[in-house]
Structures are given as structure tokens and as C-alpha cells.
């Protein structure tokens, strides 16, 4: 697992279980255009799923 991967986990850890999280980063999100978050780091953009992730601890969409 990259450490992009990781680290996109480890901020997951407050919102999610580690099998939550793993199953979050591979479903499609709307927010990235239907991409997976997975897909997203893969590409060397995973910066657009740690504002996500921010933004769901902040509660803008809970």
C-alpha cells in the first residue's frame, strides 16, 4: 500500500473504522467527479481526497 494510501487512512481513523475507511477510499464519490478516492491517489492527486476528508470532519457533509 502506498503511503499516499496510508496517510489518507490514518486521517480516515476519525471518522471510520480501518475497514470502513478501506471500503470508503474504493467506492466512487460524487465529490471526485465518480472517481474512487483510490483512484485519485493512484494518480498523484491525493490531495483532492484530504479536502474531502477535511471537510467531512468539519461536518460540511455529514
Known amino acids: 500500500m502506498s503511503s499516499d494510501v496510508e496517510r489518507i487512512l490514518w486521517l ?3 471518522l471510520y473504522s480501518r475497514e470502513e475507511a478501506l471500503q470508503w477510499i474504493s467506492l466512487p464519490n ?3 467527479g465518480g472517481d ?3 483512484e485519485r ?3 498523484g ?3 483532492s481526497v484530504e ?3 477535511e471537510q467531512m ?3 460540511a457533509y455529514a
Do not use: F, H, Y
Request: glycine residues 4%.
Open 57 to 59: 470532519k468539519s461536518g
Open 12 to 14: 480516515l481513523n476519525k
Open 41 to 43: 491517489i493512484e494518480r
Open 51 to 53: 479536502m474531502i476528508i
Open 36 to 38: 474512487t478516492p483510490r
Open 30 to 32: 460524487k465529490l471526485l
Open 45 to 47: 492527486d491525493a490531495e
